[in-house]
RNA sequence: GCCCGGGUGGCGUAAUGGCAGGCGCGGGGGACUUAAAAUCCCCUGGGGGCAACCCCAUGCGGGUUCGAGUCCCGCCCCGGGCACCA
């Protein structure tokens, strides 16, 4: 026996060695000119904080980069980039917190982020990395605005938001918690109305969810998107007054007009002053004066129903009485008309409402269990509705909604819950919206070629109450003369949301060499759509679908060859630390780079791999990362034992094993199922053990299978069996099925469905009941009563069904 | 309330309608060692039996089937998303 001891596996040795390779060799480069079989693979970039790199940001990226390094040995050349989201509240709040300006913290966190990346193994091209906040990069994003701009797909108008008197500053809606400011928790909220830009993706509501069909997307970011659209089918139906004033509502039940016993406008519905009756004007208004005071997060929760009688009434138009108007504010003007029918008989909040307000209750809808109202159900008949007494409610939607259309009451409609995309945001981090205002010519974009407006590295970027941004204070930026007419003008102060920015950055990664264009056409055609988009769900909604639509947008507007951006995307899981949500308060946030030090990334990389199904996440416990670093101790020494042995054929039973491991591991990979590929590699190095089969046709296969999870010691490991080059240049192992599959199999027996016993044959017997029989223990089972059935699955169990 | 996931050993997870428990962690025992670590070997769902074997067991209750962790119906619990959306 050889006694010879393998050299220690040294993982911080190996690492470094190859991560210096792979630079030095450019081998993460592929020719974007040149490519023969390109295959794009994106991961959702980060924003980097001032924490660092989190395990969040290394899952994600782990499992993206497995797939990529995958179908790179597969023979494509795989174009994997990275950029940072480095614009954005997020940056500008924590540099006020540490008072720096973001300018010059933002650069120092993408350094470390870019070498805990490195640190990571990530196949990463750093010749294509880009940065919101780059001048080279956001002038794109303002030609963007401004093509949407002149095609008419923005517009402005005044919104909602959120204002802190104390930072003196707006608000996300996350930064509001119970109507106080997250940061002054003695200061409340306010709301204030501003002129604010906005895209119209409402407008293509209807072909962002018709397209999802016939996406290849996870089902539950589909989920999550057709949910967010909210398309919902129902009737707008007029309802007239005597002062000739109309208010239309909208509903999704039509079927119940004949139970609409009032009506209900929102506080800020436009016609609530022209039906206010002048004794109740007074009331009315304060009404809406406190509605109004509301910030916009307190106002959306849940709570006990208030409002005002207007003192004027309108015409039912299917029963043709007259129903009181109010005014109340769980009636939302952003959604519908901002005006509903109320049928309390058939919605819980209306019922709510006209049991405290003492309204009438009809009931037009009965069901078969003569339920208490309300009565919420589509499965009911309708009662009390003159000639439509007795039809179900479902058949009752189209033949009402005819009705009233022939009465000019009405027609079919189709409602979604999203909203317009209000991209404006009074900070100071973000782009500058490329826009002048001159009071003759109005808003005007700032010309192509005068792109980028850069942002001023001003110093006192902090903002004041003015609720202006503080650029407004820079007098030399802020007056321009008009593009158009010359006339002393003034740019807009206000920044793009960040979502704008990272709403196109995979269009410019493949480009990102290309100064005056946003993006390269021949580029793109070979590089686009985006072959493998990998991310979590928490931006299921927001970055994905605004992505989509500006994609759609620029498709239309003739700047790209495709309207979906991403041809596959997989949602990945949550990771949780030892059952527990991961948080700064808990104590209990992985931190990659201890992880990395103490075990290497590799048995970081397999770890993060192995705990769970990739698509559903994980619990992330210290003591399994020992697991994954006894694997590669062992692949280790597997390959030291067969770069020091005879070439030889691997035993039989290895063989076997290996052929049903490389089938396995292949549909796993691809499937994203690297939890089981990696517990296939294992057992199959198992089997290489307990057989004694180290040897190198054994081994190579083994190393190839493993180099997407762990890249480093694959590497190494190439080397060390003798061969030339990267492993990532190595072809990945064919399936040979003729050598994976048993010439003898296990039979089971059973009795009744109960295992009885178990029999060795060979593959392929026609007539089990004899052998099985046979069996003592079967015999027994059967003995004294007679087999009625016998049910028999080739190679795999006989059933003998007994009495 | 609505929409997605999920509930299997002490733990993380695995199982085209066909042997429930593969892989890994943890635990127990043994070998090596002056000793420990590392490594290697064996055992490891519960109960009964000297044993052959038998019974119970995949959140709960029903059902379909020769056969159900897997399919169907009705619940319960956990995680996530949306939420006064008419």
Known sequence: MDERKPPLYDPQAV?????????????????LDGAERPFYTLMMYPYPSAEGLHVGNVYAFTGA????????????????????????????????????????????????????????GLMLDWSHELSTTDPDYYRWTQWIFVKLLKAGLAYRKKAA????????????????????????????????FLEQWFFRITDSAERLLANLDSLDWSESTKALQRNWIGRSEGAEIVFGTPMGTEIRVFTTRPDTVFGATYLVLSPEHPLVDAVTAAEERAKVNAYRRAAAGQDIVSRRIAKDKTGVFTGSYARNPATRETVPIWVADYVLMEYGTGAIMAVPAHDERDFEFATKFGLPVRQVVRDEA?????????????????????QPCREAVPAITAW????????????????DWCISRQRFWGPPIPVIYCRACGPVPVPEDDLP???????????????????????????????????KARRETDVSDTFLDSAWYFLRYPSTDFDDRPWDSARTRRWLPVDMYIGGNEHAVLHLLYSRWVTMALHDLGHLPFAEPYRRFRAHGLI??????????????????EYVAKWGADAFRIYLMFLGPYQEGGDFRDEGIAGARRFLDKVWAAVDEAA???????PKPVLKKLHQTIAKVTEDIEELHYNTAIAAAMEYLNTVREHGGAVQAAVDPLIIMIAPLAPHIAEECWATLGHEGSVFDARWPEADRALAIEDTVELVVQVNGRVRGRLHVSRGIAEPEAVTLARENVQRHVEGRTVRRTIYVPDRLVNLVVE
Not at 161 to 188: F, S
Not at 407 to 416: D, P, S, T
Not at 463 to 486: I, K, M, N, Q
Request: with cysteine; hydrophobic share 35%.
């Open 65 to 120: 980069d497995v797939y990529g390094r995958f179908r790179r040995l597969r023979g494509e050349s795989v174009f994997e980039p990275m950029g940072f989201d480095a614009f954005g509240i997020h940056s500008e709040n924590y540099a006020l917190s540490v008072n720096r300006n973001p300018a010059e913290l933002i650069p120092e966190n993408i350094n470390r982020f870019r070498t805990q990346l490195k640190r990571m």
């Open 644 to 650: 020091h042995r005879e070439a030889e054929e691997p």
């Open 370 to 390: 003569n339920s208490p109202l309300p009565i919420i159900t589509w499965d009911g008949v309708l009662t009390a509705s003159e000639r439509f007494d007795g």
């Open 576 to 593: 949780v630390k030892a059952g527990a949500k991961m948080s700064k308060s808990r104590g209990n946030v992985v931190i990659p780079d």
């Open 15 to 31: 690492e470094a060695r190859w991560q210096a390779h792979w630079a030095a060799k450019r081998t993460n480069e592929p020719d």
């Open 453 to 487: 407006v850069e942002l001023p590295l001003i110093e006192d970027f902090r903002p004041d109450d003015t609720g202006v941004s503080p650029l407004a204070r820079h007098e030399e930026w802020y007056f321009v003369p008009c593009p158009s007419c010359g006339a």
């Open 404 to 419: 009233l259309e022939e009465e000019g009451a009405g027609a079919a409609r189709v409602q979604y819950r999203l909203h």
């Open 161 to 192: 938001v959120n204002w802190c008197p104390e930072c003196k500053t707006v608000l996300a809606n996350e930064q509001v918690i119970d109507g106080y400011c997250e940061r002054h928790l003695q200061t409340r909220v306010e709301l204030r």
